[in-house]
């Protein structure tokens, strides 16, 4: 009967773009401080609006800008206690509050430790069980918590050497390198940190941009002394190895007679000092400030990952034949967050308080899906594989079981245990290149692991998990159904859902198993799975 009332109720719940407005209105939107990334973002955002007519979405409600800052900041839905504090605070300027204490919160460094990973390596298992968590690690501990300018994170990713085993930037050469892939490494980096498809111009100048296949030798010429050597070469137990630059290695054009030598050269022309380590310079070339294209690409990708698509759109496709929507905006976000010292906090925190990060996802009337590109409302997406499950352990109250598991588990930690099930996760929701996520592909596999999978089932009737707590803590039926929505939704029910949830409880005469089905039902929904 759960699964028949949970896919009915979906009707009822339905996308998040059918939901009643909610009861209370949003507060004003005042700030405590001057945010000149922020003011600078609305008014060249608004401009636009009225140059192009468009009539923008309401302010989001406290509750649905709740959710999306800590899904886009945290990656993980927000817990019950802090919906309760958010949505009972009544003072002014919150949400200024709320962004500075998710960038506080040891999730922030987690989270963008692991969005960085994934881009860097993808989800490449092989990589990840030879290296460990030395990348992620790395990532975590010396970048997102310790706020390194992401200038500097790329320089040391870049040029990077040592054993990946022990050292944590030495993943990235290393994966590419031990393939003998040196020319896949430049492209990865020139998709990843300039926003550039080169590979196109590998086999032939590329059909649709600049870039000749002399450019992409020049480029690949920078990596074509990384090489990969066993660390004990005598003893074939011992698997360390060690990534490192041999002191010859040329990049070549052409073939017979008229094969020749391409020294390096970077994409605008420049070249690397004499007798300057190869990769360093390219490090140094790419990111230093007078290259805008470098803070434009890591700002366009940043604004991707929390406003659902680029101001230039794909991120990696930043070509003459791609423009910017909002030229003017991209160059002005791109100085400033270079003159910041390229601070990641900065740029999140510029964005997060914008008027324009925080409209309603409700899309108005007027505007045309092709305007979606002027920002005038917050697009809906699909949550990652990685969100997805932490949202269900958040909303479960499931870390307390996983916690048991690694202390019950000999050598495992929590941080292991998560990475096995999020392998799983990850093959049924994701793929392996971690391609940005614009429509939801849902496939009855999805639906099946959702609907039937362990982490939502246990969840629900674990002692000491969410509807226990709930349980435990409140007797008055409406309560208990307004904990379970905060959970789930980080929202109380709107009149209707709360009289038609409360008939179905009724008519179970208050039993748990009614409200289980409640909170399957929420876990099920398309507003529990989309970012919106």
Known sequence: MRVAFALFALLIVGPPSRLEPLRRAADPQERSAPTPGADLIDALISGEWVRQGIRPAAPAEDPEFLRRVHLDILGVIPPLDLARRFLEDRRPGKREWLVEELLADERYARNWAGIWEALLIGYDYGVKNESGDTLLEWLRAEVFAKNLPLDE??????????????????????????????????????????????QCAQCHDHPFDKWTQEDFQGVAAFFTRLRVRKVKPDDPKDREVEVFDAPQGEAFLGEGKARRKVAPRFLDGSEPAPDEPRRAAFARLASRPGNLAFSRALVNRMWAHFFGRGLVHPVEEMNDRNRPSHPEL?????????????????????????????????????????????????LTRAMSPDELFDSIVEATGSEGRLRAQAKNAPGRTLESIRRDILRQFRFTFGDDENT??????????????????????????????????????????????????????????????????????????????????????LLNSSEFLFSH
């Open 153 to 198: 994170m790329f320089r040391r990713l870049v040029s990077a050497s040592g054993i990946p085993q022990k050292e944590g930037p030495a993943v990235f050469p290393w994966k590419f390198a031990r393939q003998g892939g040196t020319a896949e490494y430049s492209v990865r980096i020139a998709r990843i940190f300039l926003g550039a498809q080169i």
């Open 330 to 378: 991209l160059d002005g976000l791109a100085r400033e967050f270079a003159s910041q010292g390229f601070d990641a906090k900065w740029l999140i925190r510029s964005i997060g308080r914008s008027r324009t990060y925080q409209l309603a996802s409700r899309r108005p009337r007027a505007v045309q899906p092709a305007e979606e590109k002027y920002f005038g409302h917050a």
């Open 436 to 521: 940005d996520v614009v429509d939801f592909q849902g496939t009855v596999p999805q639906a099946l692991m959702m609907l039937n999978g362990e982490m939502v089932q246990r969840g629900l009737v674990d002692r000491d998990h969410r509807l226990d707590l709930v349980f435990r803590t409140e007797s008055d039926p409406v309560r208990r159904l307004e904990l379970i929505f905060l959970s789930a939704l980080a929202r109380p029910p709107t009149g209707r859902e709360r009289q038609r949830f409360s008939a179905h409880i009724a008519t179970l005469h208050g039993d748990r198993a009614a409200y289980e089905d409640v909170f399957w039902t």
